[in-house]
Every structure is written in C-alpha cells, then in structure tokens.
Nanobody
C-alpha cells in the first residue's frame, strides 16, 4: 500500500525560500521512483525533481528551470522515506500546485515523461513579486 503525505508550501516573496516535505511509505525493498511535480492551471503536470528510492547511488534529476535553485533530498527513517524539496531563490513563475508522486515500475519510471501512478494531494506554492 502506497502512502504519500505532503507538507509545507504556502506563500513567499520572490527571492525567498520554501520547503516541501513528503512522507513516503511503500513496503518494498525494490527500487522505485519518487519525485516532485508541479501543475499550472490548465496545464499538464511537469517534473520538478526526481530520485530513486532503495538505490545506493542517491542520484537525482532536477528540471533545468529550477536547477541551482531547488534541491531534492531523500532520507530514510525506519520504514518511511522523507522526500524534501528545498526551494530557494523563488520566482513568480514557480507559483503552481506541487505534487509528491511515486511509481513502482522501475526502471521504466526513470524515463523522461513517464506518468507516475501514485500521487499526493498537492500543496499550493505562491510566489509574489
């Protein structure tokens, strides 16, 4: 059973920082994909940053539009992972609904444009100029 519980988000001024958290519970020892996505009104969700759980390499992929500003980290506490997106130097164009997501179909889920199957409820991020 997949559990994704999001926290954080809210409002910030341009140039400020926000942090998004996602508590992940997926009872498996196999690799799977985790990530943060965002969605603008009327648009499809786009990937912000992704990583692989149960993977010793700790590799992450960050979208070019946020590279150097957003950092993705993954930590484990007993049976749960904490997926954190630290967002610095925020811009008004970062305003969107942000979603934590997971998919168990490794390695396919690591391909670009792969559609994840499990989603959190979403959290709004609003950046004012």
């Amino acid at each position: 059973q997949v559990q994704l519980v999001e926290s954080g988000g809210g409002s910030a001024q341009a140039g400020g920082s926000l942090s998004l958290g996602c508590e992940v519970y997926i009872p498996t020892i196999h690799k799977y994909c985790l990530g943060w996505f965002r969605q603008y009104p009327g648009k499809e969700r786009e990937g912000v940053a992704t990583t692989i759980a149960n993977d010793g390499d700790g590799r992450t992929d960050v979208a070019p539009s946020v590279k150097g500003r957003f950092t993705l980290s993954l930590s484990k506490d007993n049976a749960k992972y904490a997926l954190t997106l630290q967002m610095n130097s925020l811009k008004p164009e970062d305003t969107a609904m942000y979603f934590c997501a997971a998919d168990l179909d490794w390695p396919l889920c690591a391909e670009s444009d792969y559609k994840y199957n499990y989603w959190g409820q979403g959290t709004q991020v609003t950046v004012s100029s």
